[in-house]
């Protein structure tokens, strides 16, 4: 891995003079071996706060029914469904980078796979919360899973996406739990070697007694591989199948083909808008400017242009399609959307995700921090509205005008939404605790290849290209985490 | 070779020692610790490893033993002795009587849960209304009195006779008069008891009110022809209907009897002999008549007497004073076309107007004259007696009250506190009585004034009889013993004037014995059967009119010119749900919305949508209503299409204050605007609007007017469908129909259940809703939960206006257009009775995760409640929004107080239908327990199913017989012969879910002269 050198045309992956491993360990253990500071239990404390909320308002919920939610004889789901969606499409960014990134061989996911497989599965617990508790029976959801049972012959309709939604969730939710923890494995050992007391019996258990052997690296390696190929799939089937809980149904709006690519670009668009919002703070309070550089930040920023700009054009390709079509019902559905009663609805999922997006083709932006956390949280806020904006403005006016109807969310369906962010966050802040929120095995292995003091050692080796050599000066320009009088010398 | 060689397995054996040999007879070497195990200090041990196999053994196996034991039976406990023909499970039917007409009341042991039309009443079978279906629901009424009060206190009916004999002969010492105050009695023992009792005291005199009066119309009449009565209509012998603010399909005289007899005409049996009646309507307020006509005119108030002046100057040639309507061209225009169409259909015509004025009436009677009505149509000499009340006589009541003439009054079936034209003269008056007795059943707004309340039981529980058309008289029998010490007002009366037979029952057979089963050749016990008896009708005769109508018209139009000032005109009404407010405390009558403006438990301000611009108000805002009477109530305001500028309309009914947990403080009260002029009452008055302040949402449960211009609803005009019988039904243009599974393949066996639904014929009153609520004990959510949009009404009626462009003659129906259009008065209405579909290929079912709701073999789309998980898919993915989910406990939650939530209500509840638990979906299931319970009958009769056998709730229900429900596989079925109608449509057909509910195209009888009179 490092028997050859990268070219000096790639960005550094590592930022930092005098990196070496133990140094990468200690950075990366530094909130995991210490007791937490202010920043954290702030955010703690705030995130517990959410979560509290949100125990309250799903057992309110299930103390007197779903009634409590603002849904009506129309609009069936709204909210807890616009929430379920969302939380889902969060998670797509973690399966991206996991598994498809490592089948490229983009090294550069090595350093921020780790906290987008943890969001991935914080993301689908908040999703599956929303699966159970928007059901008028919630002790009953074990009913569609296919288990043995008493009452006859009863089976699950094979026909519906909610059993292909219940299989993906859970697939999904496996496998990515399982690619998560397996890339854990060295890193827990690293803990454990270093741990001592009842902590280190923690992580002697949880490292599966690593032992760091060549046999066990290669097997991890094997597994890694075997993983991701299983997880690829994944990445298309299960927003794929969560689209399919609207197209396959016959109600305007919701009655489309395009669903399944729109589903999962709008995913890992909004999946790496979230991770971008974690990893901005994260970086910045644990100090990681040295693993998480603008070179990360633009590549997402890149993939989140792109992935809007499908977003976008799936919008545009709708209302083609509705127009085309010659189906009034669609026609209204979506003249509807943009000019009905929920029009503000729509133009705030127009404008986040499709518009301020297009910010990120500027180079400033696109390598700016504030810019773009703010914009990460834009893209957040818009994934929310296209949710909602499906689910509601097609379902308030469908067929017949006599039921037409508007949804008001009361304040339990609020709560249970922002409580679902308050669950997320305290799990994520709870990982950043017990768990290295950088894969510090795989991050090593870039030390000596695509790090900028590995490069920096090329340069004064002097046997570059010097035109090269200057472009590879400028683009560390934008990098906060080099400093540039080092350079200014050569 | 078996070795024997002998080994041994130490010295010990070889040697054989004693202890070797002891220790040889145990099983084991060492002695089980079996002593230290169960000693306590054995058991207080931790257990070790090595004896987890057995902890795991012992505690499978007690686990094991333990779940071995038979889960709790509860037994249900049968009856001790049997009570003669009932049997669990199987229903009974009485015959009896509710509000004159006679109904037929099923029973479940010893319970009444159901009313229907009772089929032997020949023409008078015609449905029932939402009233009479929803009557059970009060015999179950919590709110009810269970004993009788004697001033305010809880006493026994012989401490009460004691009081009351004392009092009566206290008044009868001191000579003054004895009032029994009820609203039309139509009851003959009641009338032959109330004369036993004047018998016994002599001052007594019966005073007969109504709240909605019909005096004008009876007082007419005894001016026009010498006879005091309220004729009978025949609506089915009217080619040509012409109403002036007549509600005669709701709630004018009985509105079941006339939409039986008025879709007779305009119905798909009669369209295909090719005969519609036409019917124009001109009103103020928008009524459930206005929005059945093929021609609407909306008229102020006060332009009511010139219109019908108009109309008779035009038929007449004469020329009577103020026949011209100056303001209103459009009204003008067709009141000469309708001139000229009744002229042409003389003695097939019919001219009702709902006004209660005498003059008005006259003049409507002169009109019918002129145009040979009599005889015909309207028939005075088989009257109706259904209303007989004298509006002029309670009003001396007061005054006789007031001059403390009257000793003791006694209130029968009346609430005068609550529904007297001014409440407040009442009540002082009534103070001046020393004696007071009310037959309510509860404390009401007049029990709550009087010294003795002798309650009264429910017509369930009661004897009775009814004569509400000359020669038709009904039975009430009981179906049930009175629930709570209650005894009907008769008996009290029979006691309290020491009459020689006391049993009502025996006084009600002895007087039908006497008077009224001799002339019929029948027996008592058949009537208790067949519920009828009638006489063969007099012949209708024709009638002359030869008064000067000088004086008449000078009357109209004094009224009409008080009412025209720069005030708005207040029109008072009734609506279908409230009527007069009798029933205020009836759950189902509250969440019953108002067929025209979809509006539950509240009363509103209706103006017209260009009226309120005019006065800058929004919908829903409140609004004080101050009448030229200086009444003044506070009310939302709702838009209404169709009201006549410069007029508003207040419904009556709402605003009780006592009667009951569901009806307290709904609405406000409107009959204090109501008047007492020229010896009637008056539902016309002016009166000044002001903004309160704020708004209050009405809890309406349909919102948007307009069907967007779909073809969901298909229309035609009469000449179209004489061209061509499947004109507007876009049935010529049908789509080739792909499909996965061929049709052929699998062939339908047996039944296949569908209906059939005339829109021509449904007028919208709601009967069928309420019908259906009582047998599918479908909950009563209350006003927040339908203003949040969840009533849970598996069967709708969908309410879509259409309004006429008067430069292009076209229908307008989307609702941007119509935001643009600057003359909103000609809108037509249609009503679609919209309930699941039971599609061939129901969205819902392919969605269910656990399969909760499946298609059964005979077509219909079941749903298993106890399945449900409730992720409500299907209802979002219902196309017609037909599925209601249970968002709360609505049976059993305090918080939903004015159904369920008590034990004695809950015997309402119909046997054959589980109750919904929270977080389940329901919807319609075509009535399966009927189809279930038509099947067995035929299995045991050894016998296949009849078409007919088997009626859907709401199908019994309908007056209009609009619903048509069988077997599609039997192409005899009447089902079968509907649906071939070419009328048939079938609604969203295009998306091929193949639904088994057709409708029948609206066919208007409108044609190019009838537009050209409105633009």
């Given at each position: 891995m490092s028997g050859h050198n990268e070219s000096i045309l790639r960005e550094p992956l590592i930022t930092g003079k005098d990196i070496t491993y133990a140094q990468i360990t200690d950075d990366i253990l530094l909130p995991v071996e210490n007791?937490?500071?202010?920043?954290?239990?702030?955010?703690?404390?705030?995130?517990?706060?959410?979560?509290?909320?949100?125990?309250?308002?799903?057992?309110?919920?299930?103390?007197?029914?779903?009634?409590?939610?603002?849904?009506?004889?129309?609009?069936?789901?709204?909210?807890?469904?616009?929430?379920?969606?969302?939380?889902?499409?969060?998670?797509?960014?973690?399966?991206?980078?996991?598994?498809?990134?490592?089948?490229?061989?983009?090294?550069?996911?090595?350093?921020?796979?780790?906290?987008?497989?943890?969001?991935?599965?914080?993301?689908?617990?908040?999703?599956?919360?929303?699966?159970?508790?928007?059901?008028?029976?919630?002790?009953?959801?074990?009913?569609?899973?296919?288990?043995?049972?008493?009452?006859?012959?009863?089976?699950?309709?094979?026909?519906?996406?909610?059993?292909?939604?219940?299989?993906?969730?859970?697939?999904?939710?496996?496998?990515?739990?399982l690619f998560w923890y397996t890339g854990l494995l060295p890193d827990i050992a690293t803990i454990r070697d270093r741990a001592v007391g009842m902590r280190k019996k923690v992580y002697t258990i949880l490292s599966f007694g690593w032992t760091g052997s060549v046999k066990t690296w290669q097997r991890f390696e094997a597994v890694s591989l075997i993983l991701a190929g299983i997880s690829t799939p994944l990445v298309l089937s299960v927003h794929t199948?969560?689209?399919?809980?609207?197209?396959?149904?016959?109600?305007?709006?919701?009655?489309?083909?395009?669903?399944?690519?729109?589903?999962?670009?709008?995913?890992?668009?909004?999946?790496?808008?979230?991770?971008?919002?974690?990893?901005?703070?994260?970086?910045?309070?644990?100090?990681?400017?040295?693993?998480?550089?603008?070179?990360?930040?633009?590549?997402?920023?890149?993939?989140?242009?792109?992935?809007?700009?499908?977003?976008?054009?799936?919008?545009?390709?709708?209302?083609?399609?509705?127009?085309?079509?010659?189906?009034?019902?669609?026609?209204?559905?979506?003249?509807?959307?943009?000019?009905?009663?929920?029009?503000w609805a729509y133009w705030m999922m127009m404008t986040c995700n499709v518009i301020s997006p297009q910010l990120l083709w500027f180079k400033k932006i696109r390598t700016s921090i504030a810019a773009t956390w703010i914009l990460s949280i834009v893209v957040n806020i818009g994934m929310w509205f296209e949710r909602f904006v499906i689910i509601v403005t097609s379902l308030h006016r469908d067929f017949l005008p006599s039921s037409w109807a508007m949804f008001y969310p009361t304040w339990v369906d609020v709560s249970v939404f922002v409580g679902s962010i308050g669950l997320f966050f305290t799990l994520f802040l709870l990982f950043l605790r017990v768990l290295p929120s950088i894969a510090i095995a795989e991050v090593k292995l870039l030390l000596k290849s695509a790090s900028e003091q590995a490069k920096l050692e090329l340069i004064k080796e002097g046997h570059l290209d010097k035109e090269q050599v200057q472009e590879y000066i400028e683009s560390l320009e934008k990098f906060d985490s080099v400093k540039q009088e080092e350079y200014a010398k050569i | 070779m078996e070795s024997n060689k002998k080994y041994w397995k130490g010295l010990e054996e070889l040697k054989n020692t004693p202890d070797f040999v002891e220790n040889n007879k145990n099983e084991f070497a060492e002695p089980l610790p079996i002593e230290d195990v169960l000693s306590e200090a054995g058991l207080s041990t931790v257990t070790p490893r090595r004896d987890f196999l057995k902890a795991l053994g012992f505690g499978l196996g007690a686990v094991t033993l333990a779940a071995c034991q038979k889960t709790p039976v509860h037994k249900s406990i049968p009856y001790l002795v049997r009570p003669e023909e009932v049997v669990p499970g199987i229903p009974?039917?009485?015959?009896?009587?509710?509000?004159?007409?006679?109904?037929?009341?099923?029973?479940?042991?010893?319970?009444?849960?159901?009313?229907?039309?009772?089929?032997?009443?020949?023409?008078?079978?015609?449905?029932?209304?939402?009233?009479?279906?929803?009557?059970?629901?009060?015999?179950?009424?919590?709110?009810?009195?269970?004993?009788?009060?004697?001033?305010?206190q809880e006493t026994t009916w012989s401490e009460l006779d004691a009081f009351v004999k004392g009092e009566l002969n206290k008044a009868q010492a001191s000579g003054k008069k004895i009032r029994i105050v009820s609203s039309s009695l139509n009851s003959p023992s009641a009338k032959a008891v109330i004369a036993d009792f004047t018998a016994k005291y002599p001052t007594t005199k019966n005073v007969q009110y109504d709240a909605v009066s019909y005096t004008g119309i009876i007082k007419a009449n005894e001016n026009s022809f010498g006879k005091a009565v309220l004729p009978k209509y025949n609506f089915d012998k009217a080619d040509l209907i012409v109403s002036f603010a007549a509600d005669f399909l709701g709630t004018w005289i009985s509105g079941e009897e006339f939409t039986a007899q008025y879709t007779a005409n305009r119905n798909y049996k009669s369209l295909e002999k090719g005969k519609m009646s036409r019917h124009f309507q001109f009103e103020t307020g928008m009524s459930l008549t206005g929005t059945n006509a093929d021609t609407r005119v909306p008229i102020k108030l006060s332009e009511e007497g010139p219109a019908l002046i108009t109309l008779y100057n035009a038929i007449t040639g004469g020329n009577l004073a103020g026949g011209a309507l100056?303001?209103?061209?459009?009204?003008?225009?067709?009141?000469?076309?309708?001139?000229?169409?009744?002229?042409?259909?003389?003695?097939?015509?019919?001219v009702v107007a709902g006004s209660n004025d005498v003059s008005t009436q006259i003049l409507v009677n002169a009109i019918n004259v002129a145009i040979g009505s009599y005889g015909t149509t309207i028939d005075l000499d088989n009257p109706c007696k259904r209303y007989e009340g004298n509006d002029a006589e309670f009003a001396e009541l007061i005054n006789e009250m007031n001059r403390g003439e009257v000793a003791a009054v006694f209130f029968l079936n009346s609430n005068p506190a609550y529904d007297a034209v001014n409440p407040k003269a009442f009540t002082d008056a009534l103070a001046k009585v020393p004696f007071k007795v009310s037959f309510a059943d509860r404390v009401d707004e007049t029990s709550d004034l009087c010294e003795v309340v002798a309650i009264t039981p429910n017509y369930l529980e009661a004897w009775g009889d009814a004569n509400s058309y000359e020669g038709y008289y009904s039975i009430v029998q009981p179906t049930i013993n009175p629930v709570f010490n209650s005894r009907q007002a008769e008996q009290s009366l029979l006691i309290w004037s020491d009459a020689a037979v006391q049993d009502y029952y025996q006084y009600v057979r002895n007087n039908w014995e006497k008077s009224i089963l001799p002339a019929a050749g029948k027996t008592w016990n058949e009537l208790l059967q067949t519920g009828v008896v009638t006489t063969a009708p007099k012949t209708?005769?024709?009638?002359?009119?030869?008064?000067?109508?000088?004086?008449?018209?000078?009357?109209?139009?004094?009224?009409?010119?008080?009412?025209?000032?720069?005030?708005?005109?207040?029109?008072?009404?009734?609506?279908?749900?409230m009527r007069d407010g009798k029933s205020a405390n009836n759950a189902f009558l509250q969440e019953l919305p108002d067929p025209v403006s979809k509006v539950t438990w509240d009363n509103f301000i209706a103006v017209a949508p260009k009226q309120a611009e005019k006065l800058g108000y929004k919908e829903f805002d409140l609004v004080s209503v101050k009448g030229a009477n200086g009444y003044e109530v506070i009310l939302p305001l709702l838009i209404q299409p169709g009201q006549a500028m410069g007029t508003a309309s207040i419904a009556l009914g709402y605003g009780r204050t006592k009667v009951g947990k569901a009806g307290d403080n709904v609405g406000k009260n409107a009959f204090p605007f109501v008047s007492f002029a020229n010896g009637t009452l008056k539902y016309a008055t002016t009166a000044k609007l002001s903004a309160a302040g704020g708004r209050e949402?009405?809890?309406?449960?349909?919102?948007?007017?307009?069907?967007?211009?779909?073809?969901?609803?298909?229309?035609?005009?009469?000449?179209?469908?004489?061209?061509?019988?499947?004109?507007?039904?876009?049935?010529?243009?049908?789509?080739?129909?792909?499909?996965?599974?061929?049709?052929?393949?699998?062939?339908?066996?047996?039944?296949?259940?569908?209906?059939?639904?005339?829109?021509?014929?449904?007028?919208?009153?709601?009967?069928?809703?309420?019908?259906?609520?009582?047998?599918?004990?479908?909950?009563?959510?209350?006003?927040?939960?339908?203003?949040?949009?969840?009533?849970?009404?598996?069967?709708?009626?969908?309410?879509?206006?259409?309004?006429?462009?008067?430069?292009?003659?076209?229908?307008?129906?989307?609702?941007?257009?119509?935001?643009?259009?600057?003359?909103?008065?000609?809108?037509?209405?249609?009503?679609?009775?919209?309930?699941?579909?039971?599609?061939?290929?129901?969205?819902?079912?392919?969605?269910c995760p656990v399969l909760a709701t499946v298609h059964s073999s005979d077509g219909l789309n079941h749903m298993a409640y106890n399945r449900c998980v409730g992720t409500r898919y299907c209802a979002n993915n219902c196309p017609y929004k037909v599925r209601r989910f249970n968002w709360f406990n609505y049976w059993n939650d305090s918080r939903f107080d004015n159904y369920l939530n008590n034990e004695f209500t809950q015997l309402v509840l119909n046997p054959d239908v589980t109750t919904r638990s929270r977080g389940v979906m329901?919807?319609?299931?075509?009535?399966?327990?009927?189809?279930?319970?038509?099947?067995?009958?035929?299995?045991?009769?050894?016998?296949?199913?009849?078409?007919?056998?088997?009626?859907?709730?709401?199908?019994?229900?309908?007056?209009?017989?609009?619903?048509?429900?069988?077997?599609?596989?039997?192409?005899?079925?009447?089902?079968?012969k509907a649906l071939r109608s070419e009328r048939i449509y079938y609604v969203l057909e295009e998306i091929n879910v193949q639904p088994g509910v057709g409708y029948m195209t609206k066919v208007r009888n409108i044609d190019s002269e009838t537009k050209k009179a409105h633009a």
């Open positions: 007791k937490p500071n202010k920043a954290w239990w702030i955010g703690f404390i705030l995130s517990l706060c959410g979560a509290t909320l949100w125990v309250v308002a799903v057992s309110y919920t299930f103390w007197f029914g779903i009634g409590s939610w603002g849904l009506n004889k129309t609009v069936g789901w709204a909210w807890d469904i616009t929430g379920f969606v969302w939380w889902v499409g969060i998670g797509h960014a973690g399966t991206l980078i996991s598994a498809v990134l490592l089948l490229f061989r983009q090294n550069w996911r090595n350093s921020i796979n780790r906290s987008a497989e943890a969001m991935t599965i914080f993301a689908v617990i908040c999703a599956a919360t929303y699966v159970v508790s928007h059901m008028g029976r919630p002790w009953l959801a074990y009913w569609v899973l296919p288990l043995p049972n008493q009452f006859g012959s009863l089976w699950v309709n094979f026909n519906s996406p909610l059993v292909w939604d219940m299989f993906a969730i859970s697939t999904y939710f496996s496998v990515s739990l199948i969560v689209s399919m809980d609207f197209a396959t149904s016959v109600i305007p709006g919701w009655h489309t083909t395009i669903f399944p690519p729109y589903f999962v670009a709008g995913a890992i668009f909004s999946g790496f808008a979230m991770v971008l919002t974690l990893l901005l703070v994260a970086r910045k309070v644990l100090g990681l400017e040295n693993y998480i550089t603008m070179f990360h930040i633009e590549s997402m920023n890149k993939i989140i242009i792109l992935t809007g700009s499908i977003v976008g054009v799936a919008y545009l390709t709708e209302f083609f399609i509705a127009w085309y079509s010659g189906s009034e019902y669609e026609q209204y559905a979506f003249i509807n959307r943009s000019t009905g009663p929920y029009w | 009974n039917y009485y015959v009896s009587t509710f509000k004159g007409n006679s109904v037929l009341v099923k029973t479940v042991v010893g319970r009444p849960i159901k009313i229907e039309a009772n089929p032997n009443a020949g023409q008078f079978n015609n449905g029932t209304d939402a009233q009479a279906q929803a009557s059970v629901l009060d015999l179950y009424d919590v709110s009810k009195l269970k004993t009788p009060l004697l001033k305010k100056p303001n209103n061209a459009t009204a003008d225009k067709a009141l000469k076309l309708v001139a000229k169409e009744l002229l042409q259909n003389k003695g097939k015509a019919v209708a005769g024709a009638y002359g009119f030869s008064l000067a109508l000088d004086a008449v018209v000078a009357s109209i139009m004094a009224s009409s010119k008080a009412l025209d000032n720069n005030d708005i005109q207040l029109h008072i009404y009734e609506n279908i749900p949402e009405l809890a309406q449960t349909q919102t948007h007017y307009s069907f967007e211009g779909r073809n969901i609803i298909r229309e035609t005009t009469l000449k179209d469908y004489l061209k061509d019988p499947a004109s507007g039904s876009g049935n010529h243009h049908k789509h080739k129909v792909y499909d996965l599974w061929t049709t052929d393949k699998y062939e339908k066996l047996g039944n296949d259940w569908v209906m059939a639904i005339d829109l021509n014929a449904c007028t919208g009153c709601g009967s069928c809703i309420v019908a259906c609520n009582v047998e599918n004990n479908i909950p009563v959510v209350g006003k927040d939960e339908v203003r949040r949009r969840r009533e849970m009404h598996w069967l709708r009626i969908d309410r879509y206006y259409s309004f006429n462009d008067e430069k292009t003659g076209e229908d307008v129906t989307e609702e941007k257009e119509i935001a643009h259009m600057s003359n909103l008065d000609n809108v037509s209405v249609v009503h679609q009775p919209m309930l699941c579909q039971h599609c061939d290929h129901a969205p819902c079912e392919t969605v329901e919807k319609c299931s075509m009535c399966i327990q009927r189809i279930q319970a038509g099947k067995l009958t035929a299995k045991m009769e050894k016998r296949a199913l009849k078409d007919g056998d088997i009626k859907m709730a709401c199908q019994q229900a309908c007056s209009a017989g609009a619903i048509i429900f069988g077997d599609k596989n039997d192409p005899n079925s009447e089902v079968s």
